[in-house]
């Protein structure tokens, strides 16, 4: 009596351990197949993103004030991976290893910006940094110069080199009162795609 009580309850236990087991295994598929779906087209957008920059080598210097932006390509919004709104211009892609890409944009303000923006070969951003100070700007009794470079070992070195003066009351420079002023950081980029940089430092009168 008792087997035929307890072989219904069994077998309705095994039977709803199989659906819960096919269920669960339905979801994991269907998650696995949106994962591959979601990495596919980030890796599409990627390749249709970097496509547009030519290839640059080292070293490389832009000065972001002084350089002739005038002929650089805008950035395509349609392909535009990069988490940024402002506008954008292609300057150039740098291979850093098999594994991983850094490409440069030029962000339009008073100077052009240069942005550095690294990824895995899948299409996935590793980093992103802007490689300027931010100082210059068109004041009296002043000149100055948003500096970027990035050697052939891929260290980084980004300054504000400035020089301040005292002007008469029609603004030329009264000689022999000019004072120079840097602002830098250094850096690098490392082989695991990573962008380094220092915190400001700043010297007064430099050699």
């Known amino acids: 009596m008792m087997r035929k009580i307890l072989f219904p309850i069994i077998a309705s236990i095994l039977l709803s351990s199989c659906k819960s ?10 998650s696995n197949k949106k994962t591959i779906s979601k990495a596919s087209k980030l890796t599409e957008q990627y390749n249709l993103f970097v496509e547009q920059f030519p290839i640059i ?6 000065k972001a004030c ?19 709104e402002e506008f954008n211009y292609i ?20 100077c052009f910006m240069p942005i550095l923006t690294t990824f895995k070969s899948n299409g996935e951003i590793v980093n ?9 700007g068109p004041d009296p009794c002043f000149e100055c110069e948003e500096l970027m470079e990035i050697d052939n ?4 070195y980004v300054a504000f080199n400035s020089r301040y003066f005292n002007c008469d009351e029609n603004g030329n420079e009264i000689v022999g009162t ?3 002023e840097v602002i830098y950081k250094t850096g690098k980029i490392t082989k695991e795609g990573i962008i380094e940089l220092t915190n400001e430092v700043k010297k007064q009168n430099p050699d």
């Open 21 to 30: 087991e096919s269920k669960e295994r339905e979801n994991t598929l269907e």
């Open 57 to 62: 080598k080292t070293p490389i210097k832009i």
């Open 66 to 84: 002084d350089d002739d932006f005038s002929e650089f390509i805008q950035l395509n919004d349609t392909n535009n991976i990069l988490d940024r």
């Open 91 to 110: 300057y150039g892609k740098i291979k850093i290893n098999e594994e991983y890409i850094a490409v440069i944009t030029l962000e339009e303000a008073e």
């Open 128 to 136: 992103s940094k802007e490689l300027m100070i931010g100082r210059c």
């Open 153 to 156: 070992d891929l260290n980084i």
């Open 178 to 180: 000019d004072k120079k």
